[in-house]
Nanobody
Framework: QVQLVESGGGLVQAGDSLRLSCAAS????????MGWFRQAPGKEREFVVG????????NYASAVKGRFTISRDNAKNTVYLQMNSLKPEDTAVYYC?????????????????WGQGTQVTVSS
């Protein structure tokens, strides 16, 4: 199994940037595809981005394309989510997830391992 721990959330103003981290232990993240999801109060979990570790393919949700970027650090077994030009509607708890090696889609049921989440709050 792999254990995931997110960090980097916080309170920022609209237009600011944040970088979230997802540190893994137990197994190399290269064994999995990675995803970021978010969930705002009273709303369903929403797909943000999926990333295929081995071939580097990514799949961004339209709401974040051009503003968010996923990256990795193999040596640290960590995935990052760089979030720029943040908007109040980006406010949510952000979760990283690990799933089958070649799946980068939005179906959260396909991701087997989840972190505990990190809160991102964007004020207007």
């Amino acid at each position: 199994q792999v254990q995931l721990v997110e960090s980097g959330g916080g309170l920022v103003q609209a237009g600011d940037s944040l970088r979230l981290s997802c540190a893994a232990s137990g197994r190399p993240l290269s064994n999995y595809a990675m995803g970021w999801f978010r969930q705002a109060p009273g709303k369903e979990r929403e797909f943000v981005v999926g990333f295929n570790w081995n071939v580097g393919s990514t799949n961004y949700a339209s709401a974040v394309k051009g503003r968010f970027t996923i990256s990795r650090d193999n040596a640290k077994n960590t995935v990052y989510l760089q979030m720029n030009s943040l908007k109040p509607e980006d406010t949510a708890v952000y979760y990283c997830a690990a799933g089958p090696p070649y799946y980068v889609g939005s179906d959260y049921s396909r991701y087997n391992y989840w972190g505990q989440g990190t809160q991102v709050t964007v004020s207007s």
